[in-house]
């Protein structure tokens, strides 16, 4: 099996940044493809950002591109979501995902961290 868990979430103020972690154990061979969604009370769980390793292919949501740089760290098997210059709007929880392969439909998922910006 594969285990997701992320961490690095919490309170900061609008304007600020925080780096979250997402750390794979398990059958990590099965996590070619790493990304990120988030979810703010009331609404569905919105995609944020994706990365594929074997191709070295990032995808993000037009809400947060020039804002958050999504990476990997294959030895550490641990993804990383820098988000800089954050918005209100930007708070939710933020669910790590995972799937072998490209970029597409996850197959894993974290617990999710949250995430809340100040106004």
């Known amino acids: 099996q594969v285990q997701l868990v992320e961490s690095g979430g919490g309170l900061v103020q609008a304007g600020g940044s925080l780096r979250l972690s997402c750390a794979t154990s398990?059958?990590?061979?099965?996590?070619?493809?790493k990304g990120w969604f988030r979810q703010a009370p009331g609404k569905e769980r919105e995609f944020v950002a994706a990365?594929?390793?074997?191709?070295?292919?990032?995808y993000y949501a037009d809400s947060v591109k020039g804002r958050f740089t999504i990476s990997m760290d294959n030895a550490k098997n641990t993804a990383y979501l820098q988000m800089n210059s954050l918005k209100p709007e930007d708070t939710g929880v933020y669910y790590c995902?995972?799937?072998?392969?490209?970029?597409?439909?996850?197959?894993?998922w974290g617990q999710g961290t949250q995430v809340t910006v100040s106004s």
């Open positions: 995902a995972a799937r072998r392969g490209g970029w597409g439909v996850p197959e894993y």
């Open positions: 398990g059958r990590t061979f099965r996590t070619n493809s």
């Open positions: 990365i594929s390793w074997t191709a070295g292919n990032t």
